[in-house]
């Protein structure tokens, strides 16, 4: 499981945008430092941290989105931080790569954005997901599998998402340059 130690440093480690993922940062860290033991863990019913995927083709030009179960809309990849995953980036590559069947997917060195968003996981119970959100980059020809995580999971033109993509939307105008290519990792 992820060390909340461990998640705070790759925070601290990272350069936001603006003021408002800076601040964002912040609260994430000061919920790390509230809850040492368990605010990657699942079973933390205030919240917990999860970890995101914003998979781009090797081009650029198109996003990967899984069509998620329970929220009925298109989303990027990634879930819960699961025993084994040493960091917030492994854990985002680790479901990259389960619910896109994609080998070989290369992953920014820094987050990309954050997020925190009111959600019914698996707890049964609503809590609120501490999103740590990374670019990945697909390698040339990559074509996905559909996992037993998703109804549905294909790529999308960056400049034309499906309806609800507003956080996916943010993610891509901070990741790719005007004219559609995303900028080398960082």
Do not use: N
């Amino acid at each position: 499981m992820v060390a909340p130690a461990v998640a705070a440093a790759e925070l601290r480690e990272w350069a936001p945008p603006d003021r408002g993922q800076d601040a964002l940062r912040h609260a994430l860290l000061a919920f790390l430092d509230a809850r040492p033991r368990d605010a990657c863990d699942r079973s933390c019913v205030p919240g917990h941290l999860t970890a995101s995927a914003l998979v781009l083709d090797h081009d650029g030009t198109h996003t990967l989105l899984t069509l998620h179960p329970r929220a009925g809309r298109w989303v990027q990849l990634g879930g819960h931080c699961e025993p084994g995953d040493g960091s917030l980036r492994a854990a985002a590559l680790r479901e990259a790569t389960e619910e896109s069947g994609i080998e070989g997917l290369e992953i920014g060195e820094r987050p990309l954005h954050l997020d925190v968003h009111p959600v019914t996981c698996s707890l049964g119970v609503p809590t609120r997901h501490l999103d740590v959100r990374y670019l990945v980059r697909a390698p040339a020809g990559a074509v996905p599998r559909i996992s037993e995580e998703s109804d549905d999971l294909r790529w999308w033109p960056v400049h034309a998402l499906p309806a609800g993509c507003d956080t996916v939307d943010v993610m891509i105008a901070s990741s790719v340059s005007p004219g559609g290519s995303a900028p080398e990792q960082q």
